[in-house]
């Protein structure tokens, strides 16, 4: 469920037969203060910006900080960690070339902090700005899925990318004797 109005989120929320995905909090506080108090012993998943008032975050020392004042005050209503999708703000890197290495490097702290909770967000981000995006785009969600991410905003329909992430998996360890692997070439979903 999408939606800055808490109210309208609430509507929505007495309307659902399981427990939904909320999309999302951050940090600002004018949307924290806002969203804390629908949030407040939900049964739902929630996806945490990892923003603030002063913008986007500049390293990933900044990024660790915010995705853990998140969680915490997420786990103080009630909210579990397992339920948490963190979202780094993944930003372009035609605009400094340290930003993939930077949200890279804040997954993993991320992840070696909180081990339970989920790394999201839009991965095509990254490659704003720059032609041939989805060499870009298939190349840089390996790296995240290395680093921890569990959970993308993706194209679901590009083919390349969906073989990428399947093979990814499987080199990652995720895929017991290569069985998802190997039914996606049976079916042809991957192809070399």
């Known amino acids: ?3 800055p109005d808490p109210a309208i989120l609430e509507m929505a929320f007495s309307m659902v037969d399981r427990p939904p995905m909320i999309n999302s909090i951050s940090l600002e506080k ?17 996806i945490a910006l990892c923003m603030d008032d002063t913008g986007m ?17 997420l786990n103080k209503i009630g909210i579990s960690t397992v339920h948490i999708y963190v979202n780094p703000l993944v930003q372009p890197i035609s605009t400094d070339a340290n930003k993939g290495t930077m949200v890279l490097d804040a997954v993993r702290a991320i992840k070696a902090e909180f081990p339970d909770v989920h790394i999201t967000g839009g991965l095509s981000n990254i490659s704003y700005g720059l032609p041939q ?16 991410m569990d959970s993308a905003i993706i194209d679901p329909l590009d083919k390349k990318i969906m073989a990428t ?7 990652l360890g995720k895929d017991p004797f290569c069985m998802k692997y ?8 991957i192809e070399s």
């Open 1 to 3: 469920m999408d939606s």
């Open 30 to 46: 004018e949307r924290f203060n806002a969203m804390m108090p629908f949030l407040n012993d939900k049964d739902c998943c929630v």
């Open 57 to 73: 975050p500049e390293s990933a020392g900044d990024i660790l900080g915010r995705a853990k004042n998140l969680v915490v005050e």
């Open 133 to 148: 995006r989805h060499i870009i785009n298939r190349t840089f969600v390996t790296l995240m899925m290395d680093a921890g």
């Open 165 to 171: 992430i399947r093979t990814a998996d499987m080199l």
């Open 182 to 189: 190997l039914k996606g070439i049976r079916s042809g979903a």
